[in-house]
């Protein structure tokens, strides 16, 4: 069964802190992993991963994809209150998302 | 670019009655439309994707009688939840993609969310 799972489930941390969120997945068929940000309603899209290694950046944001070991992990670095939102992960081809990430920033 | 639309974005209705949501793809062609549902605190679950011109693909356990996909054309898809009961309550959301096949159609752009809640 495809299943994609994110930990941890929530993290609260401070401003300033750097934090990095997982995502392991296990699916037959592999197209590219998705990593979105959903405040209070839709995801809106971060990065979209195809190759095991090659970091995508944006901003204070980063993420790597490793197909070996099945897993991704999403960089935010200098953490703000605007990054406090949930964030899922997802796979294609199959449209597969996480459990999600609460991170929650204080002030 | 790129922007979702969903209508309405808020619904109350009485139980038995049907409810016809609206999602649409505001400065692009979406061949490809996927309807989601979630409940609070829970990660998206999908429960259809529906290719423009061709009958939608449903998810395992959702009933396709109950909720009545259309996507009429390029930049409209439609979500009727027939016979709606209180355990149809939940945030409903749209999202659309690009294309027909390879990896342009794996970006999907959200609409903003539907919430019913159903008396």
């Known amino acids: 069964e495809d299943k994609v799972v994110q930990s941890p489930l929530s993290l609260v941390v401070h401003e300033g802190d750097t934090v990095t969120l997982n995502c392991s997945y296990e699916?037959?068929?592999?197209?590219?992993l998705l990593w979105y940000k959903q405040e209070k309603k839709a995801p809106t899209f971060l990065f979209m991963l195809?190759?095991?290694?090659i970091e995508k950046k944006s901003g204070r944001l980063s993420s790597i994809l490793d197909k070996k070991e099945l897993f991704s992990i999403l960089n935010i670095t200098a953490t703000q209150t605007g990054d406090s939102a949930i964030y899922l992960c997802?796979?294609?081809?199959?449209?597969?998302f996480g459990t999600g990430t609460r991170l929650k920033v204080l002030a | 670019g790129a922007v979702v639309s969903q209508h309405p974005s808020r619904v109350i209705c009485k139980s038995g009655t049907s409810v016809k949501i609206e999602c649409r793809s505001l400065?692009?062609?979406?061949?490809?439309m996927f309807w989601y549902r979630q409940f609070p605190k829970q990660s998206l679950m999908l429960m259809a994707t529906?290719?423009?011109?061709?009958?939608?693909?449903?998810e395992q356990g959702v009933e396709k009688d109950k909720f009545l996909i259309n996507h009429a054309s390029l930049t409209l898809s439609t979500l009727t939840v027939t016979s709606a009961h209180p355990e149809d309550s939940s945030f409903y959301i749209c999202?659309?993609?690009f294309g027909r096949g390879g990896l342009s159609t794996d970006t999907q752009y959200f609409g903003p969310g539907t919430r019913l809640t159903v008396l």
């Open positions: 999202s659309a993609a």
């Open positions: 699916v037959t068929n592999f197209r590219s």
């Open positions: 195809t190759s095991s290694g």
């Open positions: 997802a796979l294609t081809y199959k449209y597969i």
């Open positions: 400065d692009f062609q979406a061949t490809t």
């Open positions: 529906s290719n423009e011109g061709s009958k939608a693909t449903y």
